[in-house]
């Protein structure tokens, strides 16, 4: 079945990096454009970025736009978030996913942490 299995979350200080990564299982991950959502406590999920199935296009919410890269490995069928210049609003429960919300069950996502 359809599998999607987050890591790389931690505590970290404003202005840090971190480097999330997912890996994929149960579908043809090379077919298929990839995703990143977060979750903050009490608010909405939210689209972080999008990256195409061959990693040649890639959008990013206004908020994280200048910091974040969306990145793939289709070899190793892994999705990656590189994490830069990270602020306090980005904590957050990180998720990725297909190319839409419904594409594949919710995995347990990684918790992101910005704080001093």
């Known amino acids: 079945q359809v599998q999607l299995v987050e890591s790389g979350g931690g505590l970290v200080q404003p202005g840090g990096s971190l480097r999330l990564s997912c890996v994929a299982s149960?579908?043809?991950?090379?077919?298929?454009?990839m995703s990143w959502y977060r979750q903050a406590p009490g608010k909405e999920r939210e689209l972080v970025a999008v990256?195409?199935?061959?990693?040649?296009?890639?959008n990013y919410a206004d908020s994280v736009k200048g910091r974040f890269t969306i990145s793939r490995d289709n070899a190793k069928n892994t999705l990656y978030l590189q994490m830069n210049s990270l602020k306090p609003e980005d904590t957050a429960v990180y998720y990725c996913?297909?190319?839409?919300?419904?594409?594949?069950?919710w995995g347990q996502g990684t918790q992101v942490t910005v704080s001093s």
């Open positions: 990256i195409s199935s061959a990693g040649r296009s890639t």
């Open positions: 996913q297909g190319g839409s919300p419904t594409f594949a069950p």
């Open positions: 149960g579908f043809t991950f090379s077919s298929s454009a």
